[in-house]
Each structure stands twice: as structure tokens, then as C-alpha cells.
């Protein structure tokens, strides 16, 4: 019943839909209503609604009715490039609307349709599927590769490569924004270069343990995939030395998205329904500014 039109509805006067920005007053009983519910995570969701914040946008959305919030939507609004053209992006990173409320639910949508942008939503669950596509959502195949990069036995090497952590002086304003955005201590942040060389590029991942032992380093973002596929091998020996992970992760939905080639005999791809709405020409999809567990 989510996708059902009910604009015309007289009983939806009794719903309304608020912005929430982290300084205002209904922010905290945001949060209360977060913690009495059991179906979200309250620390994630905690967590994202304290990242990557523009305070021209809001960081969630509540459905109230009779001034008592019974749905809420957690947004992470951003500016993104494609094609020399600058986009406004609207990450959902989490939904919930009580269920005697959920007929409702579509003005959540509806009041972030109003901005105009790019909607995407990576971590819905499989049966909200047609939920989406009725909100007019497309449904697309988003690919997670894991590569093996420890390679038991090896030689010594000497790289002619290097990670370099120190990121005060970076030059271009775009990479700068990047870095102040994941600022917090659970990204890793390093510039991969070619030693004695001008040619780099900048990598933003976090660590994840696969099965609870094996240590993967996931790639959130790089600022130049043709440098980091044509130099894959060093790039995998370096953060094998520096970060002691056992895997390599990047996610795309096409192949020339992935910023690994497909060359690669061990690893393997996992694949994972994600939806989108208003998506730009030339669209180029990464995880800039969005949720990194699935």
C-alpha cells in the first residue's frame, strides 16, 4: 500500500512532514523515537546522521501525525560531477514508518521528490522492492568484488610506489572537500603515487572484517580509476605492507565503474539490488557520502 495515491485522501491532513536539522528542537525527539524503535540499528543510524553534514540540507526527514512522529527518513544530501555538471544527491540511507502508519509512508518521498535530485537507496531491504519501483524508483544491479591481495610466500618487492598519509597539502579544492568529509577515524585516507612523479591518486576505503577474521580493506572512493587500474598490482602490494588486509573490495554497477580490471583470477562478485530515482546522463556511481555497509 505504500505506492497507493493518497493525495486526495481527507484523513492526510492529519500527517505532516518535517525537516530535521541537527540544531533544531524536534532533532531530539528524532532520536528518542530512534531509540524506542527495534528495527533500525540506533548507533548507524546515529552515526550517518552525524556525517557528511550541509546545513543547507536536512539530515532526515519525520512523518508526524497529530504531532506525534510515527515515520522517519534518513537523508544524505551532497553535490556530485557528472559530465562537468554539478547534481544535488540524496542518499536514503534508512526508512522506518510504524506499521499502523505505513499507509502514509509515500510523503516521506514525496517532500525529497520536491528537491529535484538524484535519489538512491543502497541498502533497502529485498522485500521493499516493489515498493520502490511504485514510488518510481529504477531498480539497478549493484556489484560488490572482493579480490584476494595477500599473496602467501611472496617476494620482498621494492615499489615504486607509495602511500602517503600526510594529506595537508593537497591541491585541488574537490579532493580537500573529500578529505574534510571523512574526517572521522573509521575512514582511511591515504594519496597512492608514483614515486618521484606529479601522478597520484586519492583513496578514501575503511576496514571490514569478512567472516570475522579476514581483514578487508573496501574502497569508498578514488579520485582517478584509470591511474589505480593501470597500476593495480603495486597498489595491492602496498596496502597488503601498510594495512596487513587479506582483501580488496570496490563497488560499481557497471564494469567500467569498478576500479579494479577484470583480469584479476581470485576474487569474486556479489550482487546486490539497489534503487534510483531521477538518475543524470553520464552517471558515474561510487559511495561518496553514503552508508558502507550492506
Not at 83 to 109: E, G, P, Q
Not at 145 to 168: A, C, D, H, M
Not at 205 to 228: A, H, M, V
Not at 257 to 282: A, G, L, Q, R, T
Amino acid at each position: 500500500m505504500h505506492g497507493k495515491d493518497i493525495t486526495n485522501q481527507t484523513w492526510l491532513k492529519k500527517y505532516n512532514v518535517k525537516q530535521v536539522y541537527r540544531k533544531d528542537k524536534i532533532y531530539k525527539s528524532t532520536l528518542s523515537y530512534l531509540k524506542n524503535q527495534k528495527y533500525l540499528s540506533y548507533s548507524k543510524v546515529f552515526f550517518l546522521l552525524n556525517s557528511f553534514i550541509n546545513n543547507n540540507y536536512p539530515i532526515c526527514y519525520v512523518l508526524t501525525h497529530r504531532n506525534k512522529i510515527v515515520g522517519f527518513v534518513g537523508t544524505i544530501f551532497s553535490k556530485k560531477k557528472f559530465s562537468d555538471n554539478n547534481y544535488l544527491t540524496c542518499n536514503i540511507h534508512s526508512w522506518l514508518v510504524d506499521r499502523n502508519h505505513r499507509i502514509a509512508s509515500k510523503l516521506l518521498f514525496d517532500y525529497i521528490d520536491k528537491k529535484n535530485c538524484l535519489i538512491t537507496v543502497l541498502s533497502s531491504l529485498p522485500r521493499l522492492s516493489s515498493t520502490f519501483i511504485r514510488l518510481g524508483f529504477k531498480e539497478l544491479i549493484m556489484k560488490y568484488r572482493l579480490t584476494l591481495v595477500k599473496k602467501f610466500f611472496r617476494k620482498k618487492f621494492n615499489s615504486k610506489f607509495e602511500i602517503i598519509n600526510n594529506l595537508k597539502k593537497l591541491n585541488k579544492l574537490s579532493e580537500k572537500k573529500v578529505v574534510l568529509s571523512y574526517s572521522n577515524k573509521k575512514y582511511i585516507k591515504f594519496m597512492f603515487q608514483k614515486k618521484n612523479s606529479k601522478r597520484n591518486c586519492l583513496i578514501v576505503g575503511n576496514i571490514t572484517y569478512k567472516k570475522k577474521i579476514l581483514k578487508t580493506f573496501n574502497i569508498i572512493y578514488c579520485s582517478n580509476r584509470s591511474f589505480l587500474n593501470k597500476n593495480l598490482i603495486q597498489f595491492f602490494e602496498l596496502i597488503t605492507d601498510t594495512f596487513k588486509v587479506t582483501f580488496c573490495g570496490d563497488f560499481f554497477l557497471k564494469k567500467n565503474e569498478s576500479y579494479f580490471n577484470n583480469n584479476n583470477k581470485y576474487s569474486f562478485i556479489k550482487d546486490k539490488k539497489v534503487y534510483m530515482k531521477n538518475i543524470p546522463k553520464k552517471f558515474v556511481f561510487d559511495l561518496l557520502y553514503s552508508e558502507t555497509e550492506f
